[in-house]
């Protein structure tokens, strides 16, 4: 299964009071990976909701927290695909601290979103094809 990373750093303004970045944050950064994702395949979120005329609402996302990270940390997001059915998409997540100097990466949380494809009066539709067959053939081993 192929990966998509998107390195970010931590800005102050998603820290918290004890200098953690604040766990709703880390739902910000799933949905960088996502369009991420989207992007590396050459696709865009914009274009499939403007030309396509879909959306992806989330309808359940998890994490699971293993690490803080602090201001100023490098982390890497990285996204998959995990499920491609009918109108229902899910993707996982791992949030790293990228190590420094050759040491190994951090886990600092997981996590996965599942969304139903929508045209703009929340009624399911299929996900076009072309965006269904990247999907695809980033989840084939």
Same mark, same amino acid.
Not at 25 to 43: D, P
Not at 67 to 80: G, K, N, V
Not at 110 to 118: F, K
């Given at each position: ?11 102050? *303004? %998603?820290?918290?009071?004890? /200098? !953690? ?22 696709? @865009?979120?914009?274009?499939? +909701?403007? %030309?396509? +005329? $879909?959306? #992806?609402?989330?309808? %359940? @996302?998890? $994490?699971?927290?293993?690490?803080? *990270?602090?201001?100023?940390?490098? !982390? ?6 995990? #499920? #491609?059915? /009918?109108?229902? !998409? ?8 990228? /190590?420094?100097? /050759?040491?190994?990466?951090? #886990?600092?949380? +997981? ?6 494809? $929508? ?12 965006? @269904?067959? @990247?999907?695809? *053939?980033?989840?084939?081993?």
């Amino acid at each position: 299964m192929s990966v998509n990373t998107h390195q970010v750093r931590v800005r102050y *303004a %998603e820290t918290d009071q004890m /200098g !953690i970045v604040y766990y709703a944050n880390y739902l910000v950064w799933f949905e960088l990976g996502r369009v991420e994702l989207l992007r590396s395949l050459g696709l @865009a979120y914009s274009q499939l +909701e403007r %030309e396509h +005329e $879909c959306i #992806l609402p989330v309808v %359940e @996302a998890t $994490c699971r927290y293993k690490s803080p *990270a602090r201001y100023d940390d490098e !982390i890497l997001i990285q996204t998959r695909p995990s #499920l #491609l059915r /009918g109108s229902v !998409i899910k993707f996982a997540y791992q949030i790293l601290r990228k /190590g420094v100097d /050759g040491e190994q990466h951090t #886990l600092l949380a +997981e996590g996965e979103t599942v969304h139903v494809v $929508c045209d703009d009066q929340l009624r399911k539709k299929p996900l076009p094809e072309h965006y @269904a067959e @990247a999907l695809r *053939a980033m989840m084939e081993p």
